[in-house]
């Protein structure tokens, strides 16, 4: 794995956290909360911080470690440009090499159409080829993007899957070479935040959606996020495309250490 210094970590993490699909990850930072807490009891601003906090937090940050335990999701009945979804065979091989003890989940060249995929603690799902491509479908449904316990913009919610989501997991990592390609465009998934209209104008949400929104992250959440914990390595080479946040142009991340 490519290293970085530690000052290219710290000034790329914030442009690479969101350029990875994992921000929508309950927590998603490798350096864990107690450390966070012990190096800036009292930071209310930039100018609180200091790169001797840095270096603080980076001994927390370590490569993850997985298990020399490798499978490929040919063998659990992925089958690659056929166009039907690959979802439940690509999902049984991370939940069984989690159960396994851990190792990594290969998913080789080609195109993959999916709904949402949930990592398992000690799994690496690994995109092995440049033409690798997991396709997420346009087909927004319960059954492809379940409910589940997340985040938005810092408020506790349930809303529709991410399209890589985990939660209370641990030691998990996403590389490779391949595309995550999200399908989304001004008539999908985009159209949530925004409408574009047929004579190019945008119009944005009005005051009733914002209330509703409100309404959606004020409601208690029926079960506790207070022990969630996601530590998750960045892809090598691993790119975002057409994905359904704004940030849909990113360029493809640097790979960064992360935590155990």
Same mark, same amino acid.
């Given at each position: ?40 009891? &009292? ?10 906090? !840095? ?33 439940? !065979? ?8 989690? &159960? ?29 080829? $440049? ?11 319960? &059954? ?15 809303? %529709? ?24 465009? $001004? ?16 119009? $944005? ?9 409100? $309404? ?30 704004? %940030?849909?142009? !990113? ?10």
């Amino acid at each position: 794995m490519k290293k970085i210094t530690r000052r290219q970590f710290l000034t790329s993490a914030g442009a690479t956290s969101a350029a990875l699909l994992l921000s929508s990850l309950p927590h998603a930072a490798a350096a864990d909360e107690n450390c966070l807490r012990k190096v800036t009891p &009292a930071a209310t601003n930039s100018n609180d911080l200091s790169w001797d906090m !840095a270096e603080e937090i980076l001994t927390h940050i370590s490569d993850p470690v997985f298990p020399a335990y490798t499978v490929n999701v040919l063998d659990y009945g992925a089958v690659p440009n056929d166009g039907k979804l690959d979802t439940a !065979a690509i999902q049984r091989a991370i939940d069984e090499t989690s &159960a396994h003890g851990g190792g990594t989940v290969v998913i080789p060249s080609g195109v993959y159409d999916v709904g949402a995929i949930t990592l398992k603690s000690n799994v690496n799902l690994h995109l092995e080829s $440049k033409d690798t491509v997991l396709r997420f479908t346009r087909d927004i449904t319960p &059954a492809n993007y379940p409910l589940v316990f997340a985040h938005y913009e810092g408020s506790k919610l349930y809303n %529709w899957s991410p399209l890589i989501y985990a939660y209370q997991q641990e030691n998990i990592a996403l590389t490779g070479k391949g595309t995550l390609d999200g399908q989304a465009d $001004k008539n999908n998934w985009w159209n949530w935040s925004r409408t574009v209209n047929p004579d190019g104008t945008i119009t $944005k949400p009005g005051n009733n959606d914002v209330k509703l929104l409100r $309404k959606m992250t004020t409601a208690p959440p029926q079960r506790s996020a207070s022990s969630a914990k996601a530590t998750i390595c960045a892809p090598t080479s691993t790119s975002p495309s057409n994905v359904p946040m704004s %940030w849909s142009r !990113a360029s493809p991340s640097p790979t960064l250490p992360c935590g155990s």
